[in-house]
């Protein structure tokens, strides 16, 4: 069975600085999609960025990136100038290709500090 | 567009009770879930639909039910609430059998079991 990991329940860092949540996943397939959810105080999940297991090229979505390891099982989240706005629970998740549903791990609440 | 959309937004129940939460999405989805979230955790699966008619269980149905008749609508049925099924609950849609999209999320109903 997948499984992912994020060994960070809670993180804190001061406004502008760079933070990287960690996620390991565990599976046997090798076509698979990765994504980070973030779910601010509103409890509303929005998707942060996402993933394709067979594209090397690490995904970039403005001041969030990732670092997509397939041989390790590792997908971080860095968050480049970080800023209040990013406070949240940040949610990583996997989903297998051949597979009709994703599967998140437990989360890692972060806090922007002013 | 509304996306997905879920009511009641807040519930409090008494055990024994019964309720429905509701989920309608109007982005022609194939693919509806009902996800909760119990404080300090991930998001467990509950039930799934891959098209009208076809619903199968994920990995903590009991205590629900759910039915597809339509595109649109997913409804989750709770027949005799517990207070285990204190929870938040997550309605989720995707468009089709790729994972580039991700989920598109309701923003979920808080409910409580006294």
């Known amino acids: 069975a997948q499984t992912v990991t994020q060994s960070q329940p809670e993180m804190s860092v001061q406004e502008a600085e760079t933070v990287t949540l960690s996620c390991t996943y565990d599976?046997?397939?090798?076509?698979?999609?990765l994504f980070w959810y973030k779910q601010p105080p509103s409890r509303q999940m929005i998707l942060v960025i996402r993933?394709?297991?067979?594209?090397?090229q690490n995904a970039t979505e403005n001041r969030f990136s990732v670092n997509f390891q397939k041989a390790a099982k590792s997908f971080s989240l860095k968050i480049s100038d970080s800023q209040l706005g990013d406070t949240a629970m940040y949610f990583c998740?996997?989903?297998?290709?051949?597979?009709?549903?994703?599967?998140f791990g437990k989360g890692t609440r972060l806090h922007i500090l002013p | 567009n509304a996306g997905v959309t879920q009511t009641p937004k807040f519930r409090i129940l008494k055990i024994g009770q019964s309720m429905t939460l509701q989920c309608t999405q109007d982005?022609?989805?194939?693919?509806m879930y009902w996800y909760r979230q119990d404080p300090g955790m991930g998001l467990k699966l509950i039930y799934y639909?891959?098209?009208?008619?076809?619903?199968d269980k994920g990995e903590v149905p009991n205590g629900y039910n759910v039915s597809r008749s339509t595109t649109e609508d997913f409804p989750l049925r709770l027949e005799l609430a517990a207070p285990s099924q204190t929870s938040v609950y997550f309605c989720?849609?995707?468009?089709?059998?790729?994972?580039?999209?991700?989920?598109?999320f309701g923003s979920g109903t808080r409910l409580t079991v006294v």
């Open positions: 639909s891959v098209g009208a008619g076809i619903t």
């Open positions: 599976t046997s397939e090798n076509n698979y999609y």
């Open positions: 998740a996997f989903m297998n290709s051949r597979d009709d549903k994703i599967i």
């Open positions: 989720a849609s995707r468009k089709d059998s790729t994972g580039l999209g991700g989920y598109t």
């Open positions: 982005m022609n989805h194939n693919y």
């Open positions: 993933q394709e297991a067979y594209k090397q």
